[in-house]
């Protein structure tokens, strides 16, 4: 389901089972919460305005503090499962033309 929320930060952390995830949100204080959850390796970008989900890791590709390889991969996976699907091209109609046979 699309939304038009929007979000001003931008970053990723290392959640308690290890793995690595982007997360976005409008408020950079959110480093406590989740520190205090568990999080770790927490890196959080001001984007200096208000973006969707998809436009901000697309501006978070090109920020100096997320060009590391572990931070390109999973921004790479998550443009590469969110990306815009085109307008599917409506499928050619195969005509088939009716043989006659004069007698």
């Known amino acids: 389901m699309a939304t038009d929320k929007t979000y001003s930060v931008v970053g990723t952390t ?12 409008n408020n950079i204080m959110r480093i406590k919460i989740l520190h205090r959850e568990g999080h770790t390796d927490i890196l959080l970008a ?3 305005r208000e973006m969707t ?5 697309k501006a978070m590709q090109s ?3 997320f060009q590391d390889a572990k931070y390109q991969a ?3 996976e998550y443009l590469e499962e969110k990306a815009p ?4 091209a409506p499928a050619a109609v ?3 033309a009716a043989d006659t046979e004069t007698v």
Do not use: F, H, N
């Not at 989900?53 to 890791?57: D, F, N, P, R, W």
């Not at 699907?85 to 599917?88: G, I, N, P």
């Open 14 to 25: 290392v959640q308690p089972d290890g793995q690595l995830k982007i997360r976005w949100t």
């Open 46 to 48: 001001d984007l200096g």
């Open 53 to 57: 989900k998809y436009e901000a890791v």
């Open 63 to 65: 920020l100096d503090e």
């Open 74 to 76: 999973v921004i790479a």
């Open 85 to 88: 699907k085109s307008a599917k």
């Open 94 to 96: 195969a005509t088939a």
